[in-house]
């Protein structure tokens, strides 16, 4: 099974606020990198130790500061402490299994969102929790592991021509936003070109397996659906708060991304409704495949047991069986044996079954 | 499959804003045409390049601007300035993956619609994007390729009894939605003609591929839906909107697409409906026709396995076998089976299965 | 098929408020009738044109002018002259399409309800497009043919007994709706009638015509049920509004078409699972009808092939078969076979197959 | 089937208002039982004509007015009379086919609710209509036959250590309410164990007669669903009205009821939870049962078609067949059999069949 | 079956605010725990009797009183009368039947949650009712039984270096409830360890048991979805509520219980699709089965059965059969039944029955 059952590994009797790591360590030591501009200047940096990242605090311009890789708990813990966090952010960054959502606090917003990537060689959805916290001027991003969807976002930060350089912290949030739900486009287009893969098995060859992993799939559709869908409410909540961190000119931005949301979640439902339809196919081609068993078998006995007894009648051994020394008797019975058999072929053509 | 996955070609990526046509391009160059009028002139004009369009933009009385083709970027480009439109908008515009919906500018008021019609040779519906721009007595529509349903709204502006010539560009806003909304109603009546043919191929002689056919008008019909049902909201929040730009008495007018945008909808549940009826009534009958090749086997295998075993008892070699050579024997045998042969064929008369 | 699937005849094209008659033409020529009456008097007329309708416009007393036929649109022109109604209502009225609604004007109140009646013959619902205006002492109804359920209403006014004669223009229409849903209660009867006789049929003998009709009966409901559901909004909206129409005195009337309404609504649900039900039954009948088939073939295959093997092999040919020749072989033969028969049959037994 | 389907016999064409019993009489005369109460005295009555029961209606104290039988519709005309109450909530009383609602009058409240009890015989649920007035000091029920479920209540008033003695009329109200919901649990323990005798039904013998139960019960959980549902938001209703009839004190004592109600309709849920799961047994069990008989029949072919034709083959009468005259042809034969005989058997060991 | 229906042992006919147990007794008499800690004294002790508690009614810091087991109805009374609190309340703590629920009274809060554990013997769902009384510096807790998840709150309490300490009674109150929640996820776990067991036994070796566990885990999810989804609602009355019991600090850790019942609703919701997935694997699997029988049965029936033909001809004792003196012949017959054979073999490939 593509996608085993996720275990929770459950925090049960551990103080709220205390900071555990919860989920897969999959780095070997957490990156610290960050980016600070202002329309003329752009310096971008990846620091050795989180002290360092306390400069950053107060310097001029819009500051970006991603951490990728969570289990160095006593990173998140230092962060928080530069930002003045509450520890139940500092616990949910560190989850992650997280559900998107966006919390307001008294200095900062803090979101948490799922970036999703295909596995082309697994066949599944790849899932990695993004946790955002946006302060006056500065965005903080905490990822799982290196390896982002942010790329595009760094070439326009570093190069002049762009807006984003002119815009400030609420903007670079929201690009980073809108870069993880743009991802999501692609990522539909690989489950579309995977469903086109079973719907071509499931017409030629369908097997056992195939519905294993038509339901694979429908459970794909249902973990991208959980994490596409409360993105929604989170932006929708973000437009209406009245937060000073966020500009009107940037609430028409999240406009877009609600949008996007939208058309993503409606995909999916179109998609899962497609794979409910393999579902419907695969079973009607079961019922087909035994029908043509059965027809099979129904072809064969149904010629051949007559004509068997009609053998078995001339080799019984009765002294007084006037027909079998007959001079004709043997053409005959093979002449009414033929006769049985077109009636036979006949009747089946009628039938449609052959 | 009439309708394959529609690729989303994301434009993830991109900074927001940037122009890109996303969908297919459907015409060579892109055709401008204008309508100019007021109660007593009425103006048509093909333009040969966007420029001329600049000319129309002070004009009086109502302007309707049809640009067809969106894949040349610069013309939309250029009527954004002209016009002053948000980025963003000009975005949704090039955009043909939108949903149906309408937003609020400070200047403007923004629609997308789906244009839907029917192609009888694959059967399948296909669609089109139209974007609306309403300005101050101006209407800007954007189509993605040549041919429409305006045909009518264009004979009434070009004559003088009706009273869209007296009326502004609000009035000439909600006759072009409700014209794509009324042409729903015949692709409804193209569909309820395939759903009948299916009934039949269902009833009469149902293969493989006739399941295939019912998922792919569901998928068809959930397309169709997921096309209508936005503009229920779109229209609805046109009616609520305080805008200036659309006066009290198209309201009212508003009120009526409402309506039928309802009726749509309805009618589209109906035919899913249908659609499932279709399904059941398939599978019942495929397991109708498995009983029926099971019946056949039954009857004959009933009859004369046993026939053939009394045959095979006669054709036994034992010295002592008394029955052998008595007299009368062979007809008794005769009798036996004849009887054994009537008494089943009772059987299955009673069993109804005769 | 009982219920053919409803065209559109679309009149996408047209401009809106033109007055065309959508919908079958059912009557020759449309019959007009009026009743004006107060506490003390009471006139019924038949009109020979719609002319004559305008002289009651000014009438004392409660008036209701009652249209039988829809398809002379210059009559329905008229009217909305004499009452000045809004050329969008006017379109409502004949096409025959609505959805039940009320709509409130500046000077009229307008509602379109389906009278739901029952066609034995055919067994099949039929609906009736009714459309009421009730503006100041005057109720208009409009019915597509002659023949309705407003008998015992028409006799109530008659008879001067009856608090109807001294109640005002919006008890008579609060009377007409009434007298509509209360006759959905005698087609929920005749439903259930044929609800009963399809179970029968499916415990009984169904066949593949069987399943036709419950799914013919499934979407008799679902049209059934669109009639009915939107009735309860639009009452709901009349007790809201504070239209001066109505009088407070009505509204008490109107929660009490209300509550039928959702009685029926409640029926035609526990119908529609009913309904299911017989779809479940039916499939369970057919399996087991399959399994009775198999039961039968395996029986006689299971104790006759046996056997015919045991009489298969006296019937070799070898030279050295010592039992052959013995003197009790034969016999012996008969009771092993007995024996393997009495065995068999034991065993299906234990089975309970028989 | 246990629950034929209700007749509506529906009173279309009678006046609003109009008193007539519809439901069937129960009774052969109503029985009017009165009890009158305060801290202090307690007075049980019962009353010969509906006249004496005008002398109550200015009593001190609290007064409980009880109908048994509705038939007689001049009882209620007079009740109508006396404590002078709105024509349709007298046609509601005698209306059996109500669904569960309260409703605001001027000088009362009047609430329908259904009292549910379990017909151990016909293994059905019974439904009877009980109506509530609450007027001032007054409690009236009216119930369509004698014997309920009131008779703690009546105990508990005739002793004096209840509290109920020194609440006024809105706590009887409540506390006669509470005992019909109360009720549902018992009747809830019946269906419990109706379900599990069905369990044992359709694991041990299921008959086509088990989905007919299983049927019967989901439709007997609709109609129990539907007649305790309204009742939710009925005491809704109560506790958020302002009305002056109910005391703050008795609206805690509803928040009570609420939960009561909420928690019947969960265990409702379940229970169809429970049967939906039984219907899938049932199913999953007669494909089983198919698929035992299928390896019989393919057990008992596979091993005697192919042994019969080795049979066969040494039955042939060519004058030329070296084997028969071979003195060991004969047990070399059975040992070929014996070893197919075995070959099979070990193949199905495998296969799992045996 | 693991989950048997639970009666609900109805008290119909008790007065409301009757004291009376409703549930099991689970253990021999109650156990009284109480715990009383500031930031640096903590003192623990098991009282002997209630009595005992109302020390500490007026004791300072915070207060937890522990009572295990219910069914000494005197105990709940006494707690009654010390704290002050409504019959009802203390009825709803006795009647184990309770849905989870938050009520507001005058002076306390007032809290019912399902303790849920897993029985890894019985393998399935336990569930024990847990009451909270929120009074000001005190929590008094019922539970059914000694035994519970409270363990590691009780250990923060007796160490002084956790905040636990610092923070009053609505802390407790909310750091229990959370513990409780917290445990949730161990539990959803063990459901996902059984689903995967269930998934390897559908897809290896499903028999009729197999669906019936499916179903039993079905109603175990609906089970446990039942006691976690009203405590989404129960935390979000809680912080909305205005109540002064509760501080604003509290408030911000509620939240994140909220969020944690979110994520166990969703995981449910998400086992629940799977089961349902195991389901349909389980039927296709049986329709394999059934379709592998078939195709055996038909392979040896349709190769032997014309064989059996051929031999049956020659076995037929005509005085005039040619073939029979040929010297040939016998051979010749072989080699057309081994030509047969083969053909029938390819016929096989070629249709992947093989």
């Known amino acids: 099974m593509a996608r085993s059952i996720k275990k929770h590994r459950s925090k049960a009797g551990l103080a709220p606020g205390t900071l555990v790591h919860v989920g897969e360590q999959l780095v070997d030591s957490a990156r610290i990198t960050v980016m600070n501009y202002d329309p003329d200047n752009c310096r971008e940096e990846q620091l050795k130790s989180i002290e360092a990242a306390g400069e950053y605090r107060k310097a001029d311009g819009t500051t970006w500061l991603n951490i990728d890789g ?26 992650t299994n997280q559900r998107p959502k966006v919390e307001q606090f ?45 790329g595009p976002v760094r070439d ?29 486009f692609t990522v539909l287009d690989k489950i579309a070109e995977r469903i086109e893969v079973l719907q071509d098995e499931v017409t030629l060859e369908p097997t056992e397996k195939t519905i294993q992993k038509i339901h694979e799939l429908k459970r794909e559709m249902l973990f991208f659906r959980r994490a596409v869908s409360p993105i929604r409410e989170m932006v929708n909540s973000l437009q209406r708060d009245e937060s000073k961190l966020i500009s009107d000119a940037t609430r028409i931005y999240l406009r877009d991304v609600y949008d996007h949301t939208i058309q993503v979640t409606e995909a999916i439902e179109t998609y899962r409704e497609m794979i409910g339809g393999l579902h419907d196919t695969y079973l009607s081609s079961i019922s087909n495949r035994m029908n043509a068993v059965m027809k099979v078998l129904t072809i064969i006995a149904t010629i051949f047991i007559p004509l068997t007894f009609v053998a078995g009648i001339y080799g019984m051994n009765f002294d007084y069986m006037p027909e079998l020394h007959w001079r004709w008797s043997y053409p005959a019975v093979w002449i009414v044996m033929a006769a049985m058999f077109v009636v036979m072929m006949l009747y089946f053509k009628k039938k449609k079954w052959l």
């Not at 230092?78 to 560190?94: F, S, T």
């Not at 609420?170 to 999501?184: K, Q």
């Open 70 to 95: 969570l289990h160095q708990v006593e990173i998140i813990e230092k962060i928080g402490q530069i930002y003045d966090l509450h520890p139940l952010l500092l616990e949910d960054i560190l989850n």
């Open 156 to 184: 326009r930060i570093q190069n002049t021509r762009w807006r984003i350089r002119k815009l400030g912290a609420d903007y670079l949030f929201y690009a980073l936003v809108d870069s993880i739900v743009d991802y999501y």
């Open 106 to 150: 008294d200095n900062c917003i803090f979101a948490v969102v799922k970036m999703i990537s295909y596995d082309d060689q697994k066949q599944c959805i790849q899932s990695e929790q993004v946790s955002f916290v946006l302060v006056e001027n500065h965005v903080i991003s905490f990822q799982e592991r290196v390896g982002d969807v942010f």
